[in-house]
């Protein structure tokens, strides 16, 4: 059986011609993490072979959303369930130096019905009500290792392509050097902009430097 005659529907892998012959990907994998790496060498679908992209979807989420009937995530509770929030420093940090609690007032959270949760450098709150942890995670007091100040913009670009990066390169099709050598101008030009990114987990507004090589 060749790859190229396999195809893939609705998370069953079957023979093409002969549906029968078939297996899901939760079979597939079992118990097992699915880990693998992805090295750009699997054959492609073919475009003829598209049943989704280029079509218009229905949304039918949007009917329940729009009258308010759709369970959110927000809305799911089952037995014995708490909610949490997680307790981070305030203000701004060198990113990627972690933050270490010194010390833990666990009296700053008074009367709210919540507990402390610590695990490592991790600090967070569990409350039966969403408003309690909230709260809680609010008043509690911790008192955080200082971390080295922010170095500035002065030579912020530079510092950048000076740092130490771990590169992956997942696929590389083509030869660039070899298409570009037959350009008929070369122009070359560095941008240097900020850019901004927003995670739940830090909030930091880091830059970013490239080259941009074009010939044409």
Not at 104 to 123: N, T
Request: with cysteine.
């Amino acid at each position: 059986m060749q790859v190229g005659s396999l195809v893939v529907s609705k998370g069953v892998i079957s023979i093409d011609g002969h549906p029968t012959q078939s297996v899901s990907y939760g079979a597939l994998l079992g118990d097992e993490p699915f880990n693998v790496k992805f090295t750009g060498t699997a054959p492609q679908k073919a475009i003829t072979r598209y049943k989704v992209v280029g079509t218009s979807v229905p949304r039918v989420d949007i009917p329940e959303k729009a009258t308010g009937q759709y369970t959110h995530m927000q809305h799911v509770r089952v037995h014995g369930m708490l909610h949490g929030r997680v307790v981070r420093p305030h203000g701004q940090r060198a990113y990627g130096v972690g933050a270490k609690p010194v010390a833990i007032d666990e009296g700053s959270l008074g009367d709210i019905p919540a507990r402390i949760v610590r695990k490592g450098d991790f600090v967070g709150i569990v409350a039966e009500n969403e408003w309690d942890a909230i709260r809680a995670a609010r008043a509690l007091k911790v008192t955080w290792q200082e971390t080295s100040a922010l170095p500035g913009n002065a030579d912020l670009f530079a510092r950048m392509r000076a740092a130490k990066t771990s590169d992956v390169t997942i696929v590389n099709w083509g030869d660039a050097d070899k298409a570009l050598a037959k350009a008929m101008h070369v122009s070359t030009a560095t941008y240097s902009c900020p850019i901004s990114r927003t995670r739940r987990s830090a909030r930091t507004a880091p830059s970013a430097t490239s080259d941009q090589t074009a010939r044409g």
